[in-house]
């Protein structure tokens, strides 16, 4: 079964892994009102922010047909959140709360 891990990196990037690899930039991340909506392609959607203590937080808002787990991020080891979602995915757009301006990945070959 193909899995996509997504996970916050750095301070600005929010990353994709797996079936659909990609980064994408996040300049506002210390601001909630403009946290980052990840829309999968299975339905799922994924609100990803950086907490005031630095570490990337995300929360399931929808389900969708993929399976989903999520590991939580540790401020005293500094490392984010993880979700997995494992099922076939075509493609994902990223698209910052509070504003329309979309960035899209989608799996290679599709």
């Not at 203590?53 to 991020?73: Q, V």
């Amino acid at each position: 079964m193909s899995e996509t891990k997504v996970y916050g990196a750095s301070d600005d990037l929010i990353e994709l892994e797996g079936q659909i690899t990609e980064e994408f930039s996040h300049s506002t991340y210390q601001d909630d009102a403009q946290s980052a909506i990840l829309a999968f392609s299975d339905g799922t959607l994924l609100e990803v922010r950086c907490d005031d203590d630095g570490i990337w937080r995300i929360s399931k808002l929808a389900d969708g047909a993929c399976e989903y787990s999520h590991k939580s991020g540790s401020v005293s080891e500094d490392t984010p959140d993880e979700a997995v979602l494992r099922g076939d995915l075509k493609w994902c757009v990223k698209s910052e709360r509070g504003q329309y301006s979309p960035a899209f990945a989608k799996k290679r070959g599709a």
